[in-house]
DNA sequence: GAGCCGTGGAG
DNA sequence: TCTCCAAGGCT
């Protein structure tokens, strides 16, 4: 690195003081630092997740659990229901598991070490440098994928990643400074939200632009270089709306995997061709909606049949629990299905 | 290491 | 409309 690099942090810093965008788990720049409760909840909300998503969800959750001890003590099926929408469910039950970790093996407090934060689950080495230094105000390496395109480009690293991950790294060890380390953690993570953003960065108003190289180079949206990605593949599935005296069956999805330890709708199975009434949960007169649903995921778009069917309590049904459909809201259902069942709804009129 | 794991916003 | 991808972690 350049000998003037540290003094990306100080321009870096002055610029945060102006610009740092208030948010509900925040401490303003120079002040002492949040509840780590907080900082620890946002970190995990804020996986993969943007801003603007985490907030609501993020207030609503601190009302109903304000600490460890109140989350430690949660109903599992309620801590999932209250995740709902904000995908990457793993998460959600890696909180519980924190949460209980933390009350039972370390006195209902954080730990402020990077080693010790990253053996509670759901803790990886990004969040664990993060709460380190958010909540701790401990020197940390903070690197998340808005520090990764930050320093890519000014470093003008062009090996593609994942490859590059070191090299980034420690060209972020290079210029973190000593003192203020949540702050620059967060200013980093501000200016790569709000101008060194992936698509049209607005280099005009960088704080660091005199130090980027790749603004030198004139090819600031270059970096970092990615691979190349393979296209989503398609699989087909049905959902099943079993309704019976104004209430619809809902299931369990098993803890591991996809929505995992979610309620849903029962579903067939998801193949390369639409399954029809496949492990349908009941024998029914089902009737096929001439609409489908289709919901995109991280790997693969799905398109669902929908089937829909009206019973009487004579019929035998495999396991489940009927959710009145006038609350359907409160059930806590992904979007995937949540949209579904907002289809069949209005199929019913 | 690479694949799995949601969702909504931006362009 | 469609593609990309975001305050990653786990296996």
Same mark, same amino acid.
């Given at each position: 690195?350049?000998? /003037?690099?540290?003094? =990306? ?5 002055g610029?945060?003081d102006?610009h740092?965008?208030?948010?509900p ?10 509840d780590?409760?907080?900082v ?5 909300? @804020?996986?993969?997740?943007? =801003? ?6 993020f ?6 659990w ?6 430690? !003590?949660?109903?599992?099926a ?13 998460r959600?039950? /890696? ?7 933390i ?5 209902g ?8 934060l990253?053996?509670?689950p759901?803790?990886g080495?990004y969040t ?8 701790? *105000?401990r ?7 808005n =520090?990764?395109r930050?320093?890519?480009r000014?470093?003008? +690293?062009?090996t593609? #990643?994942?490859?590059a ?8 060890d290079? +210029? ?14 501000d200016?790569g939200?709000t ?7 607005r280099?005009? @108003? ?8 790749? #603004?030198?180079?004139? $090819?600031?949206?270059?970096?970092p ?6 296209a989503r ?18 299931v ?7 929505l995992?330890?979610m309620?849903?709708?029962?579903? *067939? ?10 492990d349908?949960p ?5 009737r ?7 919901? *995109? ?10 089937a829909s069917?009206v ?5 035998? $049904? ?8 006038a ?8 979007? =995937?299905?949540?949209?579904? !069942? ?8």
């Amino acid at each position: 690195m350049s000998a /003037n690099l540290p003094s =990306v942090a100080s321009d870096l810093l002055g610029w945060y003081d102006r610009h740092a965008r208030e948010l509900p788990w925040r401490a303003p720049p120079g002040t002492p630092p949040p509840d780590p409760y907080r900082v620890w909840l946002s970190e995990v909300m @804020l996986q993969q997740t943007q =801003v603007a998503t985490v907030r609501p969800h993020f207030e609503r959750w601190v009302a109903r659990w304000p600490d460890f001890a109140r989350l430690a !003590a949660a109903d599992d099926a309620e801590v999932m229901a209250a995740w709902a929408g904000l995908g990457y469910y793993a998460r959600a039950r /890696n909180l519980l598991k924190g949460a209980r970790a933390i009350v039972s093996d370390h006195g209902g407090r954080l730990p402020d070490s990077e080693a010790a934060l990253r053996t509670i689950p759901g803790i990886g080495d990004y969040t664990a440098a993060a709460i380190a230094a958010i909540a701790f *105000g401990r020197r940390a390496v903070v690197v998340d994928a808005n =520090v990764e395109r930050v320093v890519a480009r000014l470093a003008a +690293i062009d090996t593609p #990643l994942p490859a590059a991950k070191p090299a980034i790294r420690a060209a972020t060890d290079a +210029i973190t400074p000593d003192a203020h380390a949540g702050d620059f953690a967060q200013a980093m993570m501000d200016l790569g939200s709000t101008i060194c953003t992936t698509r049209a960065p607005r280099c005009l @108003l960088c704080p660091i632009a005199r130090h980027c190289r790749a #603004l030198a180079a004139g $090819v600031p949206d270059r970096f970092p270089v990615k691979p190349t990605k393979r296209a989503r593949p398609v699989r087909h599935g049905t959902m099943f709306w079993l309704e019976r005296d104004g209430a619809v069956l809902l299931v369990r999805r098993p803890a591991r995997g996809l929505l995992g330890g979610m309620r849903a709708l029962p579903t *067939g199975p998801w193949s390369d061709a639409p399954p029809g009434l496949a492990d349908a949960p009941a024998e029914a007169d089902w009737r096929i909606s001439p609409a489908t649903s289709e919901h *995109g995921f991280t790997h693969f778009t799905l398109v669902s049949a929908l089937a829909s069917a009206v019973i009487d309590g004579h019929i035998a $049904v495999a396991d489940g629990e009927w959710w009145p459909i006038a609350q359907i809201e409160s059930a806590g259902l992904p979007t =995937v299905f949540a949209k579904a !069942a907002a289809m069949f709804e209005g199929m019913r009129e």
